[in-house]
């Protein structure tokens, strides 16, 4: 930027601000100035169009009300007080569905120069007792924020956090939490937790804590977090995945204990599964609790194989009506020589058990996976009545 430019350097909100008064031709004719100005006059005459729109129609029930970047280097939180502004309005107008997405496609992963920025929640005093569903993706919210939005959205249902930040803002304490009595369906996916990350802290637990949940997808969370399930009595289907190396066997065990209730359960945690710590995992199968009587249908990696598929035959043993199986197994290049066993020899060492409901084993792995013969082995040994086992490839895996 030329230092005789002054206004070029002014924040974008201000530059809007500056725009608003000119005429579209001529708000248009700046897109020539610099890059910088590119896209800012589109962007005015939309803001403008927008205040416009939303004047004109008051405050009339809404349904559904959505704010997503959709633009080559356009962030919400580039001006983030007319979106605040925004939501604001809609929540005022009883908006049952609400969708925040400060994300475009071909800024997926940013750069150097035009960094991916975050939009900042905690700036709107999110409040309403009409507010249903809640979508949010590349948004940042603290602790703080995380629990005003579940105290202050007595009616929330349906929750869905894609590729977010949740901030811890008092120092050693104060987990994030996901307390709710209304919430029946959660959706987390690439959630990072900085705090963790910077503070190299492994104790750090996301809780969900929602007596109502039915629906539960928790995929990949990112730093140093760790998943603690405490009331989610009423959970029928869900969906886990882990890539965290911090969490051992037992808690893995325990969160499976949680979900005792279930009908459709897939749990994807790390193959070298507390490996690094010398764990014992002989005795901790009874963290699983009891009977999975629910359980239909059942997911699992390759976490479950260690001891001679110790926690796999628990589950089959213990899920009367299980009809469904699947296994999905890593690349054997990935374990090395990780204490992950599962010997034919097993075949022996335990009464074989009725699993008369289930018809169906499917085992997804990569070719020439040694693996899968012993595997095989052992449930056709296992139970009385072997169902049909089918072996596929990893998608794209010929």
Same mark, same amino acid.
């Given at each position: 930027?030329?230092?005789?430019?002054?206004? /070029?350097?002014?924040?974008?909100?201000?530059?809007?601000?500056?725009?608003?008064?000119?005429?579209?031709?001529?708000?248009?004719?700046?897109?020539?100035?610099?890059?910088?100005?590119?896209?800012?006059?589109? #962007?005015?005459?939309?803001?403008?169009? %927008?205040?416009?729109?939303?004047?004109?129609?008051?405050?009339?029930?809404?349904?559904?009300?959505?704010?997503?970047?959709?633009?080559?280097?356009?962030?919400?939180?580039?001006?983030?007080?007319?979106?605040?502004?925004?939501?604001?309005?809609?929540?005022?107008?009883?908006?049952?569905?609400?969708?925040?997405?400060?994300?475009? #496609?071909?800024?997926?992963?940013?750069?150097? $120069? !035009?960094?991916?920025?975050?939009?900042?929640?905690?700036?709107?005093?999110?409040?309403?007792?009409?507010?249903?569903?809640?979508?949010?993706?590349?948004?940042?919210?603290?602790? &703080?924020?995380?629990? $005003?939005?579940?105290?202050?959205?007595?009616?929330?249902?349906?929750?869905?956090? *894609?590729?977010?930040?949740?901030?811890?803002? +008092?120092?050693?304490?104060? #987990?994030?939490?996901?307390?709710?009595?209304?919430?029946?369906?959660?959706?987390?996916?690439?959630?990072?937790?900085?705090?963790?990350?910077?503070?190299?802290? /492994?104790?750090?637990?996301?809780?969900?804590?929602?007596?109502?949940? %039915?629906?539960?997808?928790?995929?990949?969370?990112?730093?140093?977090? #760790?998943?603690?399930? %405490?009331?989610?009595?009423?959970?029928?289907?869900? @969906?886990?995945?882990?890539?965290?190396?911090?969490?051992?066997?037992?808690?893995?065990?325990?969160?499976?204990?949680?979900?005792? !209730?279930?009908? =459709?359960? +897939?749990?994807?945690?790390?193959?070298?599964?507390?490996?690094?710590?010398?764990?014992?995992?002989?005795?901790?199968?009874?963290?699983?609790?009891?009977?999975?009587?629910?359980?239909?249908?059942?997911?699992?990696?390759?976490?479950?194989?260690?001891?001679?598929?110790?926690?796999?035959?628990?589950?089959?043993?213990?899920?009367?009506?299980?009809?469904?199986?699947?296994?999905?197994?890593?690349?054997?290049?990935?374990?090395?020589?990780?204490?992950?066993?599962?010997?034919?020899?097993? @075949?022996?060492?335990?009464?074989?058990?009725?699993?008369?409901?289930? &018809? =169906?084993?499917? *085992?997804?792995?990569?070719?020439? !996976?040694?693996?899968?013969?012993?595997?095989?082995?052992?449930?056709?040994? =296992?139970?009385? /009545?072997?169902?049909?086992?089918?072996? $596929?490839?990893?998608?794209?895996?010929?």
């Amino acid at each position: 930027m030329d230092e005789g430019d002054r206004i /070029s350097g002014l924040p974008d909100e201000v530059r809007h601000h500056v725009l608003s008064f000119l005429p579209a031709r001529d708000a248009a004719r700046t897109c020539v100035l610099s890059p910088m100005w590119r896209q800012l006059w589109a #962007q005015s005459s939309f803001i403008e169009f %927008v205040n416009a729109l939303l004047l004109s129609r008051g405050c009339i029930p809404l349904e559904s009300f959505w704010l997503r970047a959709n633009g080559t280097g356009i962030f919400l939180e580039n001006f983030c007080d007319t979106v605040n502004m925004w939501i604001c309005y809609a929540l005022r107008s009883n908006v049952e569905e609400l969708g925040v997405d400060d994300y475009n #496609q071909n800024d997926r992963f940013g750069d150097m $120069k !035009n960094p991916i920025e975050f939009f900042q929640l905690q700036h709107c005093p999110f409040t309403s007792s009409y507010l249903k569903k809640l979508h949010l993706c590349y948004v940042y919210i603290n602790n &703080r924020g995380l629990k $005003k939005l579940f105290s202050r959205c007595p009616v929330l249902e349906d929750l869905g956090m *894609i590729n977010c930040e949740i901030f811890n803002t +008092e120092k050693f304490g104060g #987990q994030p939490e996901f307390s709710s009595a209304s919430l029946k369906s959660l959706s987390i996916k690439y959630v990072d937790f900085p705090y963790a990350r910077d503070y190299e802290m /492994s104790g750090c637990y996301i809780v969900i804590n929602m007596p109502s949940l %039915v629906s539960l997808h928790v995929g990949t969370l990112l730093g140093l977090t #760790q998943l603690s399930l %405490v009331d989610v009595q009423s959970l029928i289907t869900a @969906a886990i995945v882990l890539n965290t190396s911090i969490d051992t066997f037992a808690d893995c065990c325990k969160i499976l204990g949680a979900l005792s !209730n279930m009908k =459709k359960l +897939e749990l994807l945690f790390p193959y070298d599964l507390g490996w690094q710590y010398e764990y014992s995992m002989q005795d901790d199968t009874h963290l699983c609790g009891g009977v999975f009587t629910n359980l239909i249908t059942l997911s699992l990696s390759d976490w479950c194989l260690y001891d001679n598929c110790k926690l796999l035959l628990y589950l089959l043993e213990h899920s009367p009506n299980l009809e469904k199986l699947t296994l999905k197994l890593s690349e054997p290049c990935f374990r090395g020589n990780i204490g992950l066993s599962c010997s034919a020899a097993a @075949a022996d060492s335990a009464t074989p058990f009725n699993c008369e409901k289930l &018809r =169906k084993v499917e *085992i997804v792995c990569s070719k020439g !996976n040694k693996i899968v013969g012993k595997l095989v082995t052992i449930l056709l040994t =296992k139970m009385k /009545s072997p169902p049909e086992i089918s072996i $596929k490839p990893f998608s794209g895996v010929s």
